[in-house]
């Protein structure tokens, strides 16, 4: 029977019809004065993204090339650096510096909880470290972290704090000069709503210092050469440039509408998702749930890739489930970017239906009824 | 805020992504081999639409043109016509008749009603009519007549029997063939998925003798001349070559489908409305409610254009109002086309949400129960 494809997943997420028709335009060469032109703009408009005065660099990469990125110019040889892990996604940070031979401690945060920003503190009084590697949105367990709270230890110090906002940037507030943050990368295919191609990083003058003097090998990921170059407007080597032109449309969307006001979008549908799947008498997984992604336990005897497989079949919604030992006890449905209250409407009614006729439960219309109670507030 | 736009109107209905992109290849020569290659294609899948071994018509035109060809080419001179009007799509045939000075009686049926088939019986058996002119699905009023039962009185006589299938054909049951039906019109932007542009017509054999003999002037719509350039796999004048690629696209999806499985959808979605309709404590306006379009009554204390500026204004949904004397009155949501469960549950919760801000009952959540008690049924 006819569905439609709907994508709740975080990252690719659902991109504007709009954007799609600016890609679909004829290819410029990444070195003509019309494309020039283009990503001059696109490099303003990102500086608002972040909330900072310095130029941001983008990078044809995923968000973890410029995870990579970041770790090889903010690292020096001899350094000691220190990663939060609370999920799969900080976990990356510390394989990223186990791949460097970097040397590295973990504070290990139980998945689903924020890393206790206390501990963090005793870390950094008991020991030097050189940067401190973090994630705002971790992905795998639908968990924000204080990321502020975090700056405001290593701000006035000569720590450096480097931040995965893969999924945070366009998603959760953020302001990278008035918090005090050292770098933030994050990706095209999350809350900038443009298909995966290219990645980013917002850069602070304290960094800068340091990424001027760094001596680990890199060429790709050269973040010095990469300035240079964004001062002409232009890249080092090739960049997408289709990406890019989709990027200046996706950026003015974004901004017409208001960074505070996405945020605050963001903040709406995550508060009516999670009032819906606690009204259908689910339990969310995090206990700092991010607006990025909602992670729901499912009862074993319900089982995650049932739910999974029959979002899809019964509705032609596309939701994710756990990873590594999560896989098969939580789903997790993305309301991250090109979502409006309609879109939320539909998960969390459809999810009801088929908890229901997977003989959880014995209520319909209870989902719809939470999330539209916190929908038409200030609608 | 970011809502995405989303039509809930009886024509233009939602485009098909998969059709948009056929429409956005580069345009055909009309004359051109590998446009007559598409075009005979798509002559075959008509015949399938219809459930007719004769060539489908294909005009670029909206419906209405379609009509007009239907009335000059099947009335004769001095011919005594039968026009059955219960709504503003009915008036239409009698201002077509009206304008070509053609002799016609009119069954003037309360709109909302269906037409009652004993007394268009009774009209048969007290005047000769050479033809009889009504409408499957009165888009105004959201009522679906029994084509299938006034067929039944004029297949076995000298009448012919035209009907406007505009909004009914690949929403309502009808074996053209089968039930002996003489002219069948309909037009792209409906249930065929399609952008406005192109009207067809399925015709009888009964009916092609007597056109073959037609006296009316007539040049664009000059069925004869259609037939004729068709079986070269042509068509009289230029035809929309972007259309008809994007129509063998959304043809080859209904035919994947299944005609009758497409019309389950309809029943489905109408039904589901309905429901939801009734839990919101609302009445339908018609007493045979089609399957392409629900037309509700609307408090005057709230007003149906309150209604309809909030589904837009809140939810980005357009729906539409009623016409001539209903205007103010009602509210009309199609299901008609590229729907899928998806959006049906979207629309009635927006409407629920819509009338409990606007005042009208205390209830959130009873319309998506109602909706997916439906939905969920053999989903």
């Excluded at 500086?47 to 941001?56: E, G, R, S």
């Excluded at 939701?319 to 999560?326: A, C, K, N, R, V």
Aim: aromatic share 8%; charged share 25%.
């Amino acid at each position: 029977m006819l569905k439609k494809k709907r994508l709740f997943t975080p990252g690719p997420t659902m991109v504007p019809e709009e954007v799609l028709l600016e890609m679909a335009e004829p290819v410029k060469h990444h070195r003509a004065p019309e494309f020039v032109e283009i990503f001059e703009a696109v490099n303003e408009k990102l500086k608002k993204l972040f909330f900072t005065k310095n130029p941001v660099l983008t990078f044809l990469s995923s968000g973890t090339g410029a995870m990579e990125g970041a770790v090889v110019n903010t690292v020096h040889s001899g350094d000691k650096v220190l990663v939060i892990e609370g999920g799969k996604f900080g976990q990356r940070w510390a394989e990223i510096c186990k791949a460097w031979n970097i040397d590295h401690d973990v504070i290990h945060v139980e998945w689903g909880h924020p890393v206790d920003v206390n501990l963090v503190a005793d870390y950094l009084k008991k020991t030097h470290y050189d940067v401190v590697f973090m994630t705002h949105s971790e992905t795998s367990t639908g968990t924000v972290n204080d990321v502020k709270a975090v700056a405001e230890l290593t701000k006035d110090t000569d720590t450096l704090l480097v931040v995965d906002g893969i999924t945070s940037i366009g998603s959760h507030e953020l302001y990278f000069d008035d918090w005090g943050i050292d770098v933030v990368v994050t990706g095209s295919q999350k809350g900038l709503m443009l298909p995966p191609g290219l990645a980013f990083a917002a850069i602070s003058n304290k960094a800068w210092a340091k990424i001027e003097k760094k001596d680990l090998p890199v060429y790709y990921f050269d973040w010095v050469k990469a300035k240079k170059t964004l001062a002409k407007g232009q890249t080092p080597y090739t960049t997408g440039v289709s990406l890019i032109v989709g990027l200046n449309k996706a950026l003015d969307i974004i901004m017409e509408i208001g960074m505070e006001n996405i945020w605050k979008k963001h903040q709406k549908h995550g508060d009516a998702t999670r009032a819906a799947v606690k009204a259908i008498g689910l339990e969310l997984f995090s206990k700092s749930p991010s607006n990025v992604v909602t992670a729901i336990n499912i009862p074993e005897e319900i089982g995650a890739s049932n739910v999974i497989n029959k979002m899809m079949d019964d509705f032609g919604i596309r939701i994710t489930g756990g990873q590594e030992h999560l896989k098969g006890k939580i789903i997790r449905i993305s309301h991250l970017g090109y979502i409006d209250d309609v879109d939320i409407i539909s998960v969390v009614a459809a999810l009801e239906a088929v908890m229901y006729n997977l003989g959880f439960g014995n209520k319909l219309g209870e989902a719809t009824k939470a999330a539209l109670e916190v929908l038409t507030v200030d609608n």
